[in-house]
């Protein structure tokens, strides 16, 4: 079922919380190296979808692979294949730049070589050498981004998981990310990614949009508008979620 | 192992950055060490005290050398008339006033009664009550030098012996007090919020999709805390041999072995508190009001257990200080070993087993 050419593959995948389904048998497929834009208002279901892809929430029924690994046995080799970042960027204030890296590589088992190697190559490419001992909390936001995504895929994992990464952050810092994820995607990493920004959307090779626990639409950006007659994808997501009978939490 | 190491490394980190908390971890029981030490004592020195002498005769003098000769007592004050008692006591300037009647030796010799008056300031019961017992006992001590003299009919004479603790001193009691107390606080308070801070942070989420498994992470928190537990063991040790002159009379081993238990055990508490909780002030109210408070109250350590009304005696037996405190009594005062304490120690085990299983539970609960 799940091709060679297939990161992440879900079928009929539901989870419910006693009555309460938030996800309702959504069913997509994410292929290699795409960058997968996964949207939908507060309270659809989005973060509940990607805590079971990422093996932190065991599905009640349907099926699902992420790189090639089943969601229901192998969270395991799930967890050693991708990458997660969120909106809250996930580094410890108080340690040094160093530091968070040499940990966070450290918890995924990467040797001590590797670590060192490739710490160097980031710091050179994030133009980080001078703050390499410096405490995080002293970086500007943008850098703190940068530096978070960067250690989200520190251990080059084959899909990294992206949680609204940029809310807080001003347009053009938003565009460098932007920048740092399209690189990533053309070195093969597959981007699975949620945001609240439209325009953010139309950057992503597909978009699907989530309203009440489903996948009402999947698509590329540009076919999204020309099915639902929009000039924008903000005017694509109006229109579906305002059908939405959840009010957002 | 790698993950494990770089992950206590982490922790080390964070300790080392936060050097005022470091400083309170490490300096606190030092610190309480010397205040319950040398500021805090239930034993009275050199109280001021006035005589009153209205006969002025061979055994009043006697007792007043005895008096101020005690450490206990300064005689600082000679009192005319019962006005002046009055006037010394509403200054502060005494503690207790001595009055003999007239006719004192008089009285002594002929009917072999007389009387004597102790006026105490009681406002602090305590200080009074302990001020007149060893104003007694000097007195009565004068009372047997003399009737060695002339042989009474029948005496009973109580000789008392107080054991393990022969000077009275207030640090047998607090040291192990004051242990448990230290343990408590850096531990379960310290895991509880590092915990939960990196539920805060979200960090927590981050360590959670790795592969590192949630056992690990947890006992990844606990080896700094428990590294620095086994410093404030020592540190009390060495401070109460050494500053205090409170010996080691049981197994050092032994009472390290009940230490690392009690750490552990405080630990898991903790971590339990951490599970329960997603701020981390309501952690550490929860580890506050649900552990310091008991371990204060109910450990036997400031508040005799056997006095307290029975629901409360039996509300104690759940405090994991209470057992720690007597089992480091048992070993370090009276110097038993293992034999005496080993259903306190299974006791203990128990409660740590206990809170790690639910702790651990919880922590899988929440992952799913």
Redesign the interface.
């Known amino acids: 079922m799940t091709t060679n050419n297939t990161a992440i593959q879900a079928e009929a995948l539901t989870k419910r919380f006693g009555d309460f389904t938030a996800v309702d048998a959504i069913s997509f497929e994410v292929k290699k190296g795409e960058i997968f834009g996964f949207l939908g208002a507060n309270g659809a279901g989005k973060t509940t979808a990607m805590r079971m892809l990422c093996g932190l929430s065991i599905p009640t029924s349907g099926k699902a692979s992420v790189a090639g690994f089943d969601v229901y046995k192998q969270t395991e080799q799930i967890k050693r294949s991708i990458g997660y970042m969120s909106q809250k960027f996930s580094l410890y204030e108080d340690l040094t730049v160093r530091e968070n890296i040499r940990f966070y590589a450290g918890i995924y088992g990467k040797s001590d070589a590797f670590i060192k190697e490739k710490t160097a190559f980031l710091l050179r490419e994030l133009h980080l050498e001078g703050e390499a001992n410096k405490l995080v909390r002293s970086l500007p936001l943008g850098w703190k981004q940068k530096l978070a995504f960067s250690v989200a895929i520190f251990h080059e994992p084959e899909i990294v998981f992206l949680d609204e990464p940029t809310g807080g952050v001003d347009p053009v810092t938003r565009r460098e990310f932007w920048n740092m994820i399209y690189k990533a995607a053309e070195s093969g990493i597959t981007i699975f990614v949620t945001t609240h920004y439209m325009d953010e959307a139309e950057y992503c090779n597909r978009v699907s949009i989530m309203v009440d626990g489903r996948i009402d639409a999947l698509d590329t950006p540009a076919q999204l508008k020309k099915t639902f007659e929009a000039r924008s994808m903000d005017e694509v997501f109006l229109k579906l979620a305002r059908k939405a009978k959840r009010s957002g939490d | 192992m ?2 494990f ?3 206590v ?2 922790e080390f ?2 300790i080392w ?2 050097k005022r908390t470091l400083f309170i971890l490490l300096g606190m029981p030092i610190m309480q060490i010397l205040i319950f030490g040398f500021a805090l004592t239930n034993e009275v020195k050199n109280s001021q005290i006035a005589i009153f002498d209205q006969s002025n005769d061979a055994a009043t003098q006697a007792l007043r050398t005895e008096l101020d000769a005690s450490r206990y007592f300064d005689v600082v004050q000679d009192i005319h008339s019962y006005p002046e008692i009055e006037a010394a006591f509403k200054k502060g300037a005494i503690k207790l006033a001595v009055i003999f009647p007239e006719n004192f030796a008089n009285d002594l010799d002929h009917f072999n009664t007389a009387q004597v008056q102790l006026i105490a300031d009681a406002s602090d019961p305590n200080v009074a009550n302990t001020l007149t017992n060893y104003a007694t006992s000097i007195i009565l001590d004068y009372q047997d030098r003399i009737t060695n003299n002339r042989r009474l009919p029948y005496t009973i004479k109580a000789e008392m012996r107080m054991l393990y603790n022969p000077q009275l001193k207030g640090a047998y009691s607090f040291v192990p007090g004051v242990m448990a107390m230290v343990l408590m606080l850096v531990c379960t308070l310290m895991t509880a919020i590092t915990i939960v801070r990196e539920k805060e ?3 927590m ?8 498994r949630p056992f690990k992470i947890v006992a990844a928190k606990a080896v700094p805390y428990l590294l620095l537990s086994i410093v404030n063991i020592t540190s009390i040790l060495l401070l109460s041999v050494f500053v205090l002159d409170v010996p080691i009379n049981g197994s050092l081993l032994l009472l390290i072995f009940e230490g690392i238990l009690f750490t552990l055990t405080c630990l898991a508490f903790g971590l339990l508190i951490s599970t329960k909780t997603d701020s981390q002030q309501t952690a550490m109210f929860i580890a506050l009001t649900g552990m310091f408070l008991p371990t204060i109250m109910l450990s036997g350590f400031m508040f005799p257990i056997e006095n307290m009304p029975l629901p409360l005696r039996v509300i104690s037996n759940i405090v994991p200080a209470k057992w720690f405190y007597y089992i480091v009594k048992e070993v370090m005062i009276k110097g038993l070993g293992i034999g005496a304490v080993w259903k306190e120690t299974l006791i203990l085990t128990g409660m740590l087993l206990f809170l790690l299983v639910l702790s651990i539970r919880n922590f899988k609960i929440r ?2």
């Open positions: 790698k993950q190491i770089s992950f490394k982490k980190h964070h950055r936060d942070l979200g960090t989420e981050i360590m959670l999709v790795s592969p590192m992952l799913a």
